[in-house]
């Protein structure tokens, strides 16, 4: 059984960072065609996809946001972090990581975390 | 930049109707990278279909999807209870390699 867990703070203040973790069980990220990405969505509104990691390492991250952040994998931990600069109250989320697996539902995200949510204020 | 454009906004329907959701992109989108997600309250989304037409694991199969190119639908053969959400279309492509649709709120008339 797959299950992802996103954890990280819950109140940041604008210009910090966020560093946010996702802990996964039920798959392995050095599997060739997994994927984990990170998905947003502030209240009320729609979902937007952050970026992206493939087992390879690959990395892909959404041209808006690109300069503001990274994702990284830690296979031995099964662990993704995403980090993003210089955080805005507009970034105030639910923050979600969710699993892909090309070979079973190309393109599409099969099994989410529960989210996280991040308020940015001061 | 693919968009994806969902409509109706809202669509209210009563359980056992047959409810009929459109995503529109705004370029060719490839029928393989067409997914289908539920939104509940308060819950993370939930994949109902891949590949434009095929259900993921343990979805009903009152849930079906069509379309190719840039038109796409969802739909719900006979509605229950508990299928009333929030609906998103989102399509895997290049840069930005995911996109989302605005979303489309199924509620009870």
């Known amino acids: 059984q797959i299950t992802l867990k996103e954890s990280g703070p819950t109140l940041v203040k604008p210009t910090q960072t966020l560093t946010l973790t996702c802990t996964f069980s039920?798959?392995?990220?050095?599997?060739?065609?997994?994927?984990v990405g990170w998905i947003r969505q502030p209240p009320g509104k729609a979902l937007e996809w952050l970026a992206l990691?493939?087992?390879?390492?690959?990395?892909r991250y959404s041209p808006s946001l690109k300069s503001r952040l990274t994702i990284t994998k830690d296979t031995s931990k099964n662990q993704v972090v995403l980090t993003m600069t210089n955080m805005d109250p507009v970034d105030t989320a639910t923050y979600y990581c969710?699993?892909?697996?090309?070979?079973?539902?190309?393109?599409?995200?099969?099994?989410w975390g529960q989210g996280t949510m991040v308020t940015v204020s001061s | 930049e693919i968009v994806l454009t969902q409509s109706p906004g809202t669509l209210s329907l009563s359980p056992g109707e047959r409810a009929t959701l459109s995503c529109r992109a705004s370029?060719?989108?490839?029928?393989?990278?067409l997914a289908w997600y539920q939104q509940k309250p308060g819950q993370a989304p939930r994949l109902l279909i891949y590949?434009?037409?095929s259900r993921a694991t343990g979805i009903p199969d009152r849930f079906s999807g069509s379309g190719s190119g840039t038109d796409f639908t969802l739909t719900i053969s006979r509605l229950e209870p508990e299928d009333f959400a929030v609906y998103y279309c989102?399509?895997?492509?290049?840069?930005?390699?995911?996109?989302f649709g605005q979303g489309t709120k199924l509620e009870i008339k």
């Open positions: 969710a699993h892909q697996s090309a070979g079973t539902t190309p393109g599409a995200f099969d099994i």
């Open positions: 989102q399509q895997y492509g290049s840069s930005p390699e995911y996109t």
């Open positions: 590949g434009a037409s």
């Open positions: 039920g798959f392995s990220l050095s599997t060739s065609g997994v994927g």
């Open positions: 370029q060719s989108v490839s029928s393989s990278y």
């Open positions: 990691i493939y087992w390879d390492d690959d990395k």
